[in-house]
T-cell receptor, first 115, second 116 residues
């Protein structure tokens, strides 16, 4: 069984500042991918960033970067230069090589960016 | 990324009636589609996995006779909520993916169901 845990139900940040969202996971799979999804008020799920477990280098996508600590089973998301449009619910998710594509989601973190 | 559509985007129905929600992959062939249910400020709960041409696989606790899923083609899956009741009111999201174990899931915009 796979589990993903997000221990921060809500967070807030001032515009232009940096915020880090935490995620820990557990899996018995040797090959897996990790994701961060964003769900804005429109409720459309948007892929923010993905990390292949076999890659040591942390993934980055513009203002979004991850800190992937494989041994600690930690996968945090850093948002730099926060913008009002970053206000959303963020989900950490995992898919294992034998999961037939099924994503395991964390509980989610509601992020509010204040002007 | 690929586009997945859902129809309708919202629906209101009377208790006891059935409602059908369509999920379409517009620009790729989706071997697998997933159906999720989401309550406000909560995570997505996987209801079932739908593979083209075969019966859907339901997650534990999901009533397969109440939530009928049909994956008729590589671009269309439908979820029918039969004999809907107020407790079935929720936000339903579908996603679609290809055949690789790590193929990206593309999500539809969701359908808000309200049962009166």
């Amino acid at each position: 069984a796979q589990t993903v845990t997000q221990s921060q139900p809500e967070m807030s940040v001032q515009e232009a500042e940096t915020v880090t969202l935490s995620c820990t996971y557990d899996t018995s799979e040797s090959n897996y991918y990790l994701f961060w999804y964003k769900q804005p008020p429109s409720r459309q799920m948007i892929l923010v960033i993905r990390q292949e477990a076999y890659k040591q280098q942390n993934a980055t996508e513009n203002r979004f970067s991850v800190n992937f600590q494989k041994a600690a089973k930690s996968f945090s998301l850093k948002i730099s230069d926060s913008q009002l449009g970053d206000t959303a619910m963020y989900f950490c998710a995992l898919v294992g090589g034998t999961s037939y594509g099924k994503l395991t989601f964390g509980q989610g973190t509601i992020l509010t960016v204040h002007p | 990324g690929a586009v997945v559509s859902q129809h309708p985007s919202w629906v209101i129905c009377k208790s006891g009636t059935s409602v059908k929600i369509e999920c379409r992959s517009l620009d790729f062939q989706a071997t697998t589609m997933f159906w999720y249910r989401q309550f406000p400020k909560q995570s997505l709960m996987l209801m079932a996995t739908s593979n083209e041409g075969s019966k859907a696989t339901y997650e534990q606790g999901v009533e397969k006779d109440k939530f009928l899923i049909n994956h008729a083609s590589l671009t269309l899956s439908t979820l029918t909520v039969t004999s809907a009741h107020p407790e079935d009111s929720s936000f339903y999201i579908c996603s679609a993916r290809g055949t690789g174990p790590f193929d990206e899931q593309f999500f539809g915009p969701g359908t808000r169901l309200t049962v009166l």
